[in-house]
């Protein structure tokens, strides 16, 4: 059985000025690598022959599989393992015929047709990608982002092929890689294929020392968030008591939530982030974002506002956050109005996990690719989804994090689990940045959860349940205030509405929360 977790693919034109290319690959070996394909665009026969010949040696020593890139006469000359073929190379039926029984085929894929081709002609492993952007490959076709792979994973169960993603990972994005490279039947990855970030060392032995240390890490805690709790540790009174633990612990510790948001409701935001009891901080330079990453408690990114310098703060404070393993509350505000939107929401997610996306039911359709209901700019049209319990849960699971749909009935998801939520008024929509508010609050409370779960010797690991509750108490804290708010006497409409919020965002008791709140979990 191979181990394909860390599969180097060589590239000698890499290798640093004065650095051997076999010093180079048995460093690599010493240093975790578990599977060499060794890649020779350029080299004539006699030449790619003679290194071949050597790295199996080196590859030996170290049980080691060595597998040739699309050459299978070199692949018998050296008695390789196997081989592995491109899309423009030799048909996976005649590599079979000519290579000795049990040898590894791998097929590179792009997209589900050639993956599902891939199974049916019977490839061993496939190699998904490029799920990065990548400067030692001339690419032809499209980068699917981890995401991507997600999708395509999914087509690999019930059968027995491996899966290694290529194209672009790094230390930096590896765990990312991972965690947003899983079906939604949770098929994962078997491994990572990894070429400049191991060749271009000077010191490979220590960069695949800490690539297999990320993996084993992956591994053995489940990642950036825990998996999916069953629907039987939840009911409506363990959740209420869930998220009055939680308002508690905002209160107590005044938890500093880092907000990129919207222009149009900044004040309003950082407001109600205070009437909480959490501390906003409305920083979006990049230059900042590493720096709040390590004092924050919560990171809220909301691209109301969608600048260019707002947008490269979004970028690096999403990847900050999940390297400090603090919770990310996304919302992908308008993103069906415009292909820009669409675009910066994809590499968004591509490039670092959220902890809770929060949309209405426009936005979550235009993010997972639904016609069923339209978006207006910022709202939604239509008569909504058939089945909103369903698309909330499967949404979750695709984008592994819970998931909030808000409207007049609000559905938070875990992706197995879902709330109902009714609670709220009318005059919410008639107030700018109502929305923006909403993701205040979800962000202060999964601050608040942050909190909790530092204090209960799980060594500050975030699990979901944890942003869950989370998601469901910022909810609920808006929705019971707004409640509270428009009932006051003071209150004439929209312009007295939002000032009477704030107070009684501030003023929310226990017991508000457990009269009032309307709730189902499914």
Same mark, same amino acid.
């Given at each position: 059985?191979?181990?394909?977790?860390?599969?180097?693919?060589?590239?000698?034109?890499?290798?640093?000025?004065?650095?051997?290319?076999?010093?180079?690959?048995?460093?690599?070996?010493?240093?975790?690598?578990?599977?060499?394909?060794? !890649?020779?665009?350029?080299?004539?026969?006699?030449?790619?022959?003679?290194?071949?010949?050597?790295?199996?040696?080196?590859?030996?020593?170290?049980?080691?599989?060595?597998?040739?890139? &699309?050459?299978?006469?070199?692949?018998?000359?050296?008695?390789?393992?196997?081989?592995?073929?491109?899309?423009?190379?030799?048909? =996976?039926?005649?590599?079979?015929?000519?290579?000795?029984?049990?040898?590894?085929?791998? =097929?590179?894929?792009?997209?589900?047709?050639?993956?599902?081709?891939?199974?049916?002609?019977?490839? &061993?492993?496939?190699?998904?990608?490029?799920?990065?952007?990548?400067?030692?490959?001339?690419?032809?076709?499209?980068?699917?982002?981890?995401?991507?792979?997600?999708?395509?994973?999914?087509?690999? &169960?019930?059968?027995?092929?491996?899966?290694?993603?290529?194209?672009?990972?790094?230390?930096?994005?590896?765990?990312?890689?991972?965690?947003?490279?899983?079906?939604?039947?949770?098929?994962?990855?078997?491994?990572?294929?990894?070429?400049?970030?191991?060749?271009?060392?000077?010191?490979?032995?220590?960069?695949?020392?800490?690539?297999?240390?990320?993996?084993?890490?992956?591994?053995?805690?489940?990642?950036?968030?825990?998996?999916?709790?069953?629907?039987?540790?939840?009911? =409506?009174?363990?959740?209420?008591?869930?998220?009055?633990?939680?308002?508690?612990?905002?209160?107590?510790?005044?938890?500093?939530?880092?907000?990129?948001?919207?222009?149009?409701?900044?004040?309003?935001?950082?407001?109600?982030?205070?009437?909480?009891?959490?501390?906003?901080?409305?920083?979006?330079?990049?230059?900042?974002?590493? &720096?709040?990453?390590?004092?924050?408690?919560?990171?809220?990114?909301?691209?109301?506002?969608? =600048?260019?310098?707002?947008?490269?703060?979004?970028?690096?404070?999403?990847?900050?956050?999940?390297?400090?393993?603090?919770?990310?509350?996304?919302?992908?505000?308008?993103?069906?109005?415009?292909?820009?939107?669409?675009?910066?929401?994809?590499?968004?997610?591509?490039?670092?996990?959220?902890?809770?996306?929060?949309?209405?039911?426009?936005?979550?359709?235009?993010?997972?690719?639904?016609?069923?209901?339209?978006?207006?700019?910022?709202?939604?049209?239509?008569?909504?989804?058939?089945?909103?319990?369903?698309?909330? !849960?499967?949404?979750?699971?695709?984008? !592994?994090?819970?998931?909030?749909?808000?409207?007049?009935?609000?559905?938070?998801?875990?992706?197995?689990?879902?709330?109902?939520?009714?609670?709220?008024?009318?005059?919410?929509?008639?107030?700018?940045?109502?929305?923006?508010?909403?993701?205040?609050?979800?962000?202060?409370?999964?601050?608040?959860?942050?909190?909790?779960?530092?204090?209960?010797?799980?060594?500050?690991?975030?699990?979901?349940?944890?942003?869950?509750?989370?998601?469901?108490?910022?909810?609920?804290?808006?929705?019971?205030?707004?409640?509270?708010?428009?009932?006051?006497?003071?209150?004439?409409?929209?312009?007295?509405?939002?000032?009477?919020?704030?107070?009684?965002?501030?003023?929310?008791?226990? !017991?508000?929360?457990?009269?009032?709140?309307?709730?189902?979990?499914?």
């Amino acid at each position: 059985m191979i181990d394909y977790s860390l599969y180097l693919v060589t590239g000698r034109e890499l290798l640093p000025q004065g650095q051997d290319y076999f010093d180079s690959l048995e460093q690599s070996l010493q240093g975790g690598v578990t599977v060499v394909q060794i !890649r020779e665009k350029n080299t004539d026969t006699r030449e790619f022959l003679d290194i071949a010949s050597k790295s199996k040696i080196i590859c030996d020593r170290y049980n080691v599989p060595l597998i040739v890139n &699309d050459r299978v006469d070199i692949a018998l000359a050296v008695q390789a393992t196997g081989v592995h073929i491109g899309q423009t190379d030799m048909p =996976v039926s005649v590599a079979r015929k000519l290579l000795p029984g049990g040898s590894v085929i791998g =097929v590179s894929c792009n997209n589900l047709q050639e993956l599902e081709k891939a199974i049916t002609d019977g490839a &061993d492993y496939v190699g998904i990608g490029a799920v990065w952007s990548t400067s030692t490959k001339n690419l032809d076709k499209p980068v699917i982002g981890v995401r991507g792979v997600g999708e395509l994973l999914q087509k690999l &169960d019930g059968t027995p092929v491996k899966a290694v993603a290529i194209g672009g990972i790094k230390a930096q994005n590896l765990l990312r890689t991972l965690h947003g490279s899983v079906s939604t039947t949770n098929r994962a990855l078997d491994g990572v294929a990894v070429v400049s970030e191991i060749v271009t060392s000077t010191r490979p032995r220590e960069a695949a020392a800490s690539l297999c240390k990320i993996l084993s890490a992956f591994r053995n805690s489940g990642a950036i968030l825990k998996a999916m709790r069953t629907r039987s540790e939840y009911n =409506v009174e363990s959740v209420l008591n869930g998220v009055i633990r939680i308002m508690a612990c905002v209160r107590e510790h005044n938890p500093l939530v880092h907000q990129i948001t919207n222009n149009v409701s900044i004040t309003q935001s950082a407001n109600a982030t205070i009437a909480l009891g959490a501390s906003p901080i409305m920083a979006t330079t990049a230059q900042e974002m590493e &720096d709040i990453s390590r004092i924050n408690e919560a990171l809220l990114v909301n691209i109301g506002t969608l =600048v260019s310098t707002a947008y490269e703060g979004m970028v690096l404070a999403g990847s900050c956050a999940n390297a400090q393993k603090k919770p990310v509350v996304f919302d992908p505000v308008g993103v069906g109005a415009s292909r820009f939107r669409k675009g910066a929401v994809n590499t968004l997610l591509n490039t670092w996990q959220a902890s809770v996306i929060k949309g209405n039911a426009g936005e979550l359709a235009a993010l997972a690719g639904s016609n069923e209901v339209q978006s207006k700019g910022v709202d939604s049209i239509g008569s909504g989804f058939r089945d909103p319990v369903a698309f909330v !849960r499967n949404v979750a699971q695709k984008e !592994r994090c819970v998931v909030v749909m808000s409207g007049k009935t609000d559905y938070i998801s875990d992706g197995t689990n879902v709330a109902i939520l009714s609670n709220g008024h009318e005059l919410l929509g008639r107030i700018t940045g109502s929305g923006c508010v909403a993701g205040s609050c979800i962000a202060s409370y999964c601050a608040g959860a942050m909190n909790l779960a530092q204090g209960e010797d799980r060594e500050g690991k975030l699990v979901l349940g944890d942003v869950f509750l989370g998601a469901i108490g910022g909810i609920l804290a808006l929705t019971i205030s707004a409640e509270l708010a428009a009932m006051r006497e003071d209150v004439k409409g929209p312009g007295t509405f939002f000032p009477a919020l704030i107070d009684e965002l501030s003023m929310l008791s226990t !017991r508000n929360i457990r009269e009032r709140a309307r709730i189902q979990i499914l």
